[in-house]
């Protein structure tokens, strides 16, 4: 699948795009970094991945890449936390416009991606574990053609016989069946 490439007019001509218009214009904000991170092709297939092999938020596959940006992170670790907030909603948008014209839509659940740590207002909110230090959540795709790998529970219960194993008298395992 080719890339898609977000610009800042069709950010702002975006249904949700259109409400951070204040990220958009605001020059100390790294919008322009963030829109050139996730318009590469290689970045954009691991977030398709990250749903289809791994079971996580599209943002899951890259989080740790884009964090690592220099000009996002030094945005992100200032403390005036309604505009992180906001920049962090923004690639949420992001996000989701890309997923929806790579053929996926929303699912209305969201994936974890760290456990936030205790506040101070002296530091910015991050997190203490999980994936990402600036993210605590991400929104959860699914293909909109319905295609996709069945987890490991629903193959449990298509799956005609399980494999039980117990132990012998002697404390050797053996394998008996059983059918569903």
């Keep these: 699948m080719s890339r898609i490439q977000i610009t800042r007019n069709a950010f702002l001509a975006d249904r949700q795009g259109n409400k951070f218009a204040d990220v958009v ?3 100390e904000q790294p919008f322009d970094a963030v829109l050139r991170f996730f318009s590469d092709a290689d970045r954009q ?3 398709e991945e990250s749903e289809t092999h791994h079971d996580r938020a599209p943002l899951a596959g890259v989080v740790r890449e884009l964090e690592a940006q220099p000009e996002i992170n030094q945005f992100l670790a200032g403390v005036h936390v309604k505009r992180t907030t906001r ?3 923004a690639i949420g948008v992001i996000v989701r416009m ?11 659940k969201k994936g974890s991606l760290g456990v936030r740590a205790a506040t101070s207002d002296e530091t910015p909110k991050h997190n203490s574990g999980g994936l990402a230090f600036w993210f605590v959540r991400a929104e959860r795709y699914e293909r909109t053609d319905g295609k996709r790998f069945l987890t490991v529970q629903e193959r449990c219960l298509e799956f005609p016989a399980t494999v039980a ?16």
């Design 45 to 47: 297939r691991r977030m």
């Design 25 to 27: 214009n605001d020059r």
């Design 87 to 89: 920049l962090r909603q």
């Design 165 to 180: 194993r117990k132990r012998s008298s002697k404390g050797r395992k053996r394998v008996t069946e059983r059918t569903a």
């Design 98 to 108: 890309i997923m929806e014209r790579r053929g996926w839509q929303k699912t209305g």
